[in-house]
DNA sequence: TTCCAGGCAATAC
DNA sequence: GTATTGCATGGA
């Protein structure tokens, strides 16, 4: 199978998918004006980094958590004790790495203005290849396809590319799909939802 | 009970 | 430069 009818194949079979999903709005298909702030955003990067090897369900209830104790800003977040954070976000997992990781980034996201580079991101503690590139695609609609583990492993079951490096996979699709983040959004929520799909079987 | 999820950094070879 | 290992909860 070609790496386009992989896309329009899985857009036939599941449809839109609306992401990054947002506290109170939730997945949103077809509208692809999110995020429409800078509180939107800066959650859409949180959400990136307490889902790194972690299921949603788990990182919702830690962002529900900030979301109800009026923590899901920058500014709190910086402000907060670590121990006082690590204990919000415990359902997500790793919690005390990932306290860190948060207070790393919303440092970062209070001094810098305008859209990071890729490097800038990945200079940042706890932002690594994926978690960058999901930050830049969903948080900023800047057109960089994210590679996830499921990625790789539906690629490789379609014939497509059997390849574990993270950047010559990003490379490829890169080069042959249409350069649009809507698209770059669409196809990594996609394979993310075929991947759980495959599993349940 | 074991397995693993929308990874990353540190360390070992 | 590539291969391991620690990090942790909640659901199947």
Redesign the pocket.
Known sequence: MRLDQLYHSLLLKYGYQG???ITGVGYHPKDYSFPRNDRERFEICV??IL????????VE?ALNNLHNNNLLSPEKIVKIDRAELSKLI?????????ARYLQNFATFFLEHRGIPSREEL?S?????????D?ILL?GYNVPTFVV???TKRIFKREGILDS??YDEVKEYVEKRLKKDYKIYQEFH?LL?QH??VL??L
Request: charged share 15%; proline share 4%.
């Open positions: 992401w990054w999903p959400g990136a889902t790194q090897n972690t299921s949603w369900t788990n209830k415990k359902p997500a997992g790793y919690y005390n790495q990932k990945l940042i503690k706890g932002i690594g290849k994926e978690t960058a999901s969903y996830d583990a499921y574990n490096n929520a993310v991947g759980k599993n349940s």
